[in-house]
């Protein structure tokens, strides 16, 4: 719990010849992350986060989300300590599955923490147990990808189960959800264009680093409709983001064909279009959208929400990326670069100007509240890691500050959301989702480290901020743990368990035949 005091005070110490001691501030950041991973074991251990207030775990993806959320984290800030425990407890095999199957999850929050995570803890780490976790992951995932994108926006959440280790009972968890799904009076709101549209960086490395094919096909599958959608709206001479979710009229939270552009509902899809070039894609077809997107940001404001703040990071990444892929119809590095440099030192730094120094979610009077989201800082990374400009190290550092005076428990170290950021004394909502440890923590640990640790050239972030190596991680440096997974993995389990169950039945009922007969 002292971590972070201790080390606060030490960066706030500057030397005598006037420069910042970034390395403290650095360490203040590692020292944040293991008060706040540690509370988390400590009060919320099997659950997906801490209530950090009430001190108690709190579950909704029912996958012990911050556990491997936060995996790639500890490892690059360097507790590794906490990175073996919280593997060692990952790895550990469990009798249904995570989430259990009769629990239906949002499948898109299921792949991006838990099968990014677990990936990107493979990347960093080279420990291969943790591709093969992330592979079994990623299966669970498969098994429920629709085929037509019209069924993917009406299948929000399913119930995810093992479709090889757990044949069974993945048959009787599509049963419910293909029962549900067509049961009149159910809910028929449609999936967000990123709900549908942001699984390829995950599945296209996977692929990459399985050999398995599968993976990047079924998010193509996916993506090829949504090309067909955008360009028959009108491709890239499109005046407006899209048409009802690239053709399809859709009701998303009860907001008719909203929530399609670069804030809530669309973010990573568009995020991604640029990253999985960076990763190996050749696509023609996600190299022009990308393009379009580019083009709108440069005539458009960014909309009144703190997850498009993530926007000018994306568009500061493109414009340097080498990896990306360049047309006629691609925005000059130059100017592509200088509005980005606008958009977060105007837009993002009026968001911040509270009383508090931390962004709401949104605007108005009913979006004051803060949840300790990473998409403002994340920017701040992005700018400073393209232009070397130590204006944004000492901008993440205010929002650093800010955390630690209005966010964080004493008590714990854990940190939480708050109700109200223009209030100068706000009262904290109870809440530090898995993503405060996997983003905004590692965003601000990496914004204050030195450029060339996990430079851009290398690697790519997910949306969830996993790390990803542009080339193959074991041709990169080396690997360790077996090549293959254990072949009891893929033993159907709860077959084995049927089959025993009813070979005791049979022995049973023949002795008891035997013993009348006597």
Same mark, same amino acid.
């Given at each position: 719990?002292?971590?972070?005091?201790?080390?606060?005070?030490?960066?706030?110490?500057?030397?005598?010849?006037?420069?910042?001691?970034?390395?403290?501030?650095?360490?203040?950041?590692?020292?944040?992350?293991?008060?706040?991973?540690?509370?988390?074991?400590?009060?919320?251990?099997?659950?997906?986060?801490?209530?950090?207030?009430?001190?108690?775990?709190?579950?909704?993806?029912?996958?012990?989300?911050?556990?491997?959320?936060?995996?790639?984290?500890?490892?690059?800030?360097?507790?590794?300590?906490?990175?073996?425990?919280?593997?060692?407890?990952?790895?550990?095999?469990?009798?249904?599955?995570?989430?259990?199957?009769?629990?239906?999850?949002?499948?898109?929050?299921?792949?991006?923490?838990?099968?990014?995570? +677990?990936?990107?803890?493979?990347?960093?780490? *080279? $420990? &291969?147990?943790?591709?093969? #976790? @992330?592979? /079994?992951?990623? =299966?669970?995932?498969?098994?429920?990808?629709?085929?037509?994108?019209?069924?993917?926006?009406?299948?929000?959440?399913?119930?995810?189960?093992?479709?090889?280790?757990?044949?069974?009972?993945?048959?009787?968890?599509?049963?419910?959800?293909?029962?549900?799904?067509?049961?009149?009076?159910?809910?028929?709101?449609?999936?967000?264009?990123?709900?549908?549209?942001?699984?390829?960086?995950? +599945?296209?490395?996977?692929?990459?680093?399985? *050999? $398995? &094919?599968?993976?990047?096909? #079924? @998010?193509? /599958?996916?993506? =090829?409709?949504?090309?067909?959608?955008?360009?028959?709206?009108?491709?890239?001479?499109?005046?407006?983001?899209?048409?009802?979710?690239?053709?399809?009229?859709?009701?998303?939270?009860?907001?008719?064909?909203?929530?399609?552009?670069?804030?809530?509902?669309?973010?990573?899809?568009?995020?991604?279009?640029?990253?999985?070039?960076?990763?190996?894609?050749?696509?023609?077809?996600?190299?022009?959208?990308?393009?379009?997107?580019?083009?709108?940001?440069?005539?458009?404001?960014?909309?009144?929400?703190?997850?498009?703040?993530?926007?000018?990071?994306?568009?500061?990444?493109?414009?340097?990326?080498?990896?990306?892929?360049?047309?006629?119809?691609?925005?000059?590095?130059?100017?592509?670069?200088?509005?980005?440099?606008?958009?977060?030192?105007?837009?993002?730094?009026?968001?911040?100007?509270?009383?508090?120094?931390?962004?709401?979610?949104?605007?108005?009077?009913?979006?004051?509240?803060?949840?300790?989201?990473?998409?403002?800082?994340?920017?701040?990374?992005?700018?400073?890691?393209?232009?070397?400009?130590?204006?944004?190290?000492?901008?993440?550092?205010?929002?650093?500050?800010?955390?630690?005076?209005?966010?964080?428990?004493?008590?714990?170290?854990?940190?939480?959301?708050?109700?109200?950021?223009?209030?100068?004394?706000?009262?904290?909502?109870?809440?530090?989702?898995?993503?405060?440890?996997?983003?905004?923590?590692?965003?601000?640990?990496?914004?204050?480290?030195?450029?060339?640790?996990?430079?851009?050239?290398?690697?790519?972030?997910?949306?969830?901020?996993?790390?990803?190596?542009?080339?193959?991680?074991?041709?990169?440096?080396?690997?360790?743990?077996?090549?293959?997974?254990?072949?009891?993995?893929?033993?159907?389990?709860?077959?084995?368990?049927?089959?025993?169950?009813?070979?005791?039945?049979?022995?049973?009922?023949?002795?008891?035949?035997?013993?009348?007969?006597?």
């Amino acid at each position: 719990m002292k971590t972070v005091l201790a080390t606060l005070t030490l960066a706030l110490a500057t030397p005598a010849h006037g420069a910042k001691d970034w390395p403290s501030r650095a360490k203040a950041v590692k020292g944040a992350l293991k008060d706040a991973f540690r509370a988390y074991e400590k009060d919320a251990s099997g659950f997906d986060d801490l209530a950090p207030v009430s001190r108690r775990g709190v579950n909704w993806l029912y996958a012990r989300a911050t556990l491997v959320d936060a995996l790639d984290s500890l490892y690059v800030v360097g507790l590794r300590e906490d990175y073996e425990r919280a593997v060692n407890e990952v790895l550990r095999p469990t009798l249904v599955g995570e989430p259990p199957f009769w629990q239906s999850v949002s499948v898109f929050e299921y792949h991006i923490r838990v099968v990014g995570g +677990l990936l990107g803890a493979f990347e960093v780490s *080279g $420990d &291969r147990r943790l591709l093969h #976790a @992330a592979s /079994r992951a990623a =299966d669970r995932v498969l098994s429920v990808l629709p085929r037509r994108l019209g069924d993917a926006y009406t299948r929000t959440r399913q119930r995810l189960a093992d479709p090889y280790g757990r044949p069974i009972l993945w048959l009787v968890a599509r049963i419910i959800d293909e029962v549900q799904a067509r049961w009149p009076g159910q809910n028929k709101n449609c999936a967000s264009l990123a709900g549908v549209g942001s699984f390829g960086l995950e +599945l296209r490395v996977l692929s990459r680093e399985t *050999g $398995d &094919r599968a993976y990047a096909a #079924a @998010a193509d /599958r996916i993506f =090829d409709q949504l090309h067909e959608g955008w360009r028959a709206d009108g491709g890239g001479d499109m005046k407006r983001w899209t048409r009802g979710f690239y053709g399809k009229d859709c009701n998303f939270n009860n907001r008719l064909q909203a929530r399609r552009g670069l804030g809530s509902g669309g973010d990573s899809f568009h995020e991604y279009l640029l990253k999985e070039q960076l990763v190996g894609d050749a696509s023609e077809d996600r190299a022009a959208m990308y393009d379009w997107v580019e083009g709108r940001m440069m005539r458009e404001a960014l909309p009144n929400e703190h997850l498009a703040l993530f926007a000018p990071g994306m568009l500061a990444l493109g414009a340097t990326a080498p990896k990306r892929r360049r047309s006629a119809s691609s925005t000059s590095r130059q100017r592509a670069l200088a509005r980005a440099r606008e958009l977060v030192d105007g837009h993002g730094r009026d968001w911040y100007r509270t009383a508090t120094g931390l962004g709401a979610d949104g605007k108005g009077e009913e979006n004051r509240w803060y949840a300790l989201r990473p998409e403002y800082v994340e920017s701040l990374f992005y700018l400073y890691r393209t232009t070397g400009d130590e204006v944004y190290r000492d901008r993440g550092w205010a929002v650093f500050e800010a955390l630690v005076t209005h966010c964080r428990v004493k008590a714990t170290g854990a940190f939480s959301g708050l109700k109200d950021v223009r209030s100068p004394n706000p009262e904290r909502d109870d809440a530090m989702p898995s993503f405060f440890l996997a983003e905004t923590l590692k965003y601000l640990y990496l914004l204050f480290s030195e450029r060339d640790v996990y430079p851009l050239d290398d690697w790519v972030f997910t949306t969830e901020a996993h790390l990803l190596s542009v080339e193959p991680r074991c041709d990169r440096a080396a690997c360790v743990g077996p090549e293959r997974p254990p072949r009891w993995r893929r033993l159907p389990l709860d077959v084995v368990v049927l089959l025993g169950a009813v070979l005791l039945c049979i022995r049973v009922r023949r002795r008891r035949r035997k013993e009348r007969t006597v």
